[in-house]
């Protein structure tokens, strides 16, 4: 039996929670575009419409969603892997009944965990699974290893893009060199984009129709559409006062829009929603290949 053999088989041994987490992964192809303020403000959406939801800060070099959400958890994901704390122990409290959970230092040092260390985490993760309907995670910016590995594990992938050349160019070299990676799947990723912040001038459709052809002709990959969030000056005011927009300013454009993602997202995925595998199979996924023998 190998070792990836070995990590599902602690996933499928574990008391059969009575649920399996949806995880979404959201990402971008350069900083600055959006990304956590969109995943911040999507987890209160969803929270809203009746969903337990916890977010997973994946971006270990920032604090981004800590500032979003006024909030300074005492542990992170670290606390759990390496100081013996529970999972309810890094789960921080946030507005409107979501969960955060800082990756913190954690998200570099996955890659020094061995073997016993794979497989409490996993154990772990399981519990994890039972305490929610969504997980969020938030990736760092930018084509790194971190953000890839997320990627290539994650079965339901958000993409955020803006009109700018750069972050256009920049979400097809992301999505360029994740096909490229040995341990993602085509078939087994689903990969949705959001085109932030528009003005007047600018076509959300036109903006994905762009990148879509070139991802399709070039990559084989199919690129699905959310919609388009116009430029809404709110969202910088939001993160001045360390408050998700979505409280902040609930009848602003991008909020309603928000709220929009957040239904279509929940009611048009019943086959992904059906096949999800939750966190504690993406971890099992992310670790496969380190595992130490």
Not at 134 to 149: H, K, P, Q, R, Y
Not at 263 to 289: D, M, V, W, Y
Request: aromatic share 6%; charged share 25%.
């Amino acid at each position: 039996m190998d070792q990836a053999e070995k990590l599902r088989n602690i996933v499928k041994q574990q008391k059969s929670p009575r649920h399996i987490s949806r995880v979404i992964t959201v990402t971008s192809g350069k900083g600055g575009v959006g990304k956590s303020s969109i995943a911040v403000n999507l987890a209160i959406a969803f929270s809203r419409l009746g969903k337990r939801v916890i977010i997973l800060d994946a971006d270990f070099g920032l604090a981004n969603i800590e500032v979003m959400l006024g909030i300074r958890p005492k542990y992170n994901l670290a606390d759990l892997m390496f100081r013996g704390k529970n999972l309810s122990d890094i789960i921080t409290e946030g507005p409107e009944n979501i969960g955060f959970i800082s990756g913190g230092s954690g998200i570099q040092e996955l890659t020094n965990m061995t073997k016993d260390q794979i497989i409490y985490l996993i154990r772990k993760l399981v519990e994890l699974d039972d305490m929610s309907d969504i997980i969020i995670i938030d990736t760092g910016a930018g084509i790194t290893d971190s953000v890839l590995e997320f990627l290539a594990a994650s079965s339901e992938v958000i993409l955020v893009a803006t009109p700018e050349p750069t972050s256009i160019t920049d979400a097809y070299a992301l999505l360029k060199t994740l096909n490229r990676k040995s341990d993602f799947s085509i078939d087994d990723t689903v990969i949705k984009m959001i085109a932030n912040r528009l003005t007047p001038d600018d076509d959300g459709e036109e903006l994905y129709d762009k990148l879509s052809i070139v991802v399709k002709r070039f990559l084989k990959l199919k690129l699905e559409y959310i919609g388009s969030i116009p430029m809404d000056n709110t969202v910088s005011k939001a993160v001045m006062l360390q408050k998700p927009a979505i409280c902040a300013y609930p009848n602003s454009k991008f909020s309603k829009q928000i709220i929009n993602f957040a239904e279509k997202l929940s009611n048009t995925n019943q086959e992904i929603i059906e096949e999800r595998k939750g966190i504690a199979q993406l971890f099992s996924n992310l670790l496969k290949s380190r595992i130490k023998k």
